[in-house]
């Protein structure tokens, strides 16, 4: 049995957008949408929280201009994607069940049932969904929903989302959580933490700070 894991190490995540261009590339996302994002965050000295995400991240980070640097005590970068939750508020509202959760973990859009009502679009508290635009590729997909499967046609056949597979520093962990000897495994028996966990979706998703 296999039951998914998805852990983001924001110690080790650098920005470079490479997960990105892969998810584009791997998925065939069309220009101007995204399945997985990096955002960055500059903490400044009174507290004051700066975020950040020129072209998602697609193309990496330029360093902040120098006038900015000095009242900035930490930043970091923080990938998203779709959290594919337990409770997933996008499951509950879609009306004719196109959107599902799968018994490994994954919520899924069966394409030949979504009407492209947009009411899942609306109810994902990350922004993790949108509306297949007609200037995509798939022209079976216009108007249907689109979003991040965590690669499902690849992690069936054995094979790591292609956003873990390209991350040049491991910030993107992936597994069975049912293998005690999973890398997402040895993650898990750290202090994690679910994004936003108030909005009760409860995700299957989680950040390691450090």
């Not at 196109?98 to 990350?126: M, N, Q, R």
Request: charged letters at 25%; hydrophobic letters at 30%.
């Amino acid at each position: 049995n296999k039951y998914w894991g998805f852990v983001v190490d924001l110690t080790r995540c650098i920005g470079c957008g490479k997960c990105v261009q892969a998810c584009r590339e791997e998925n065939k996302v069309p220009e101007g949408f995204y399945r997985t994002w990096v955002e960055r965050y500059a903490v400044t000295e009174d507290g004051q929280v700066i975020v950040d995400s020129p072209k998602m991240g697609e193309e990496g980070y330029t360093p902040y201009p120098p006038e900015d640097l000095s009242n900035i005590k930490r930043g970091y970068f923080v990938p998203k994607l779709c959290n594919q939750c337990k409770d997933a508020p996008c499951v509950a509202v879609c009306p004719v069940g196109a959107t599902y959760l799968t018994d490994d973990g994954v919520v899924l859009v069966d394409y030949e049932k979504c009407i492209g009502c947009g009411y899942c679009v609306s109810a994902c508290p990350y922004g993790a969904r949108y509306i297949y635009p007609e200037n995509g590729e798939n022209k079976a997909m216009v108007g249907k929903v689109d979003k991040c499967t965590w690669c499902y046609h690849r992690i069936v056949r054995g094979l790591e989302p292609a956003c873990v597979y390209v991350c040049p520093t491991k910030a993107r962990v992936f597994g069975n959580l049912l293998d005690p000897n999973s890398e997402v495994r040895k993650y898990y028996r750290l202090k994690l933490k679910p994004p936003r966990p108030e909005t009760g979706a409860n995700p299957n998703l989680y950040y390691y700070l450090g």
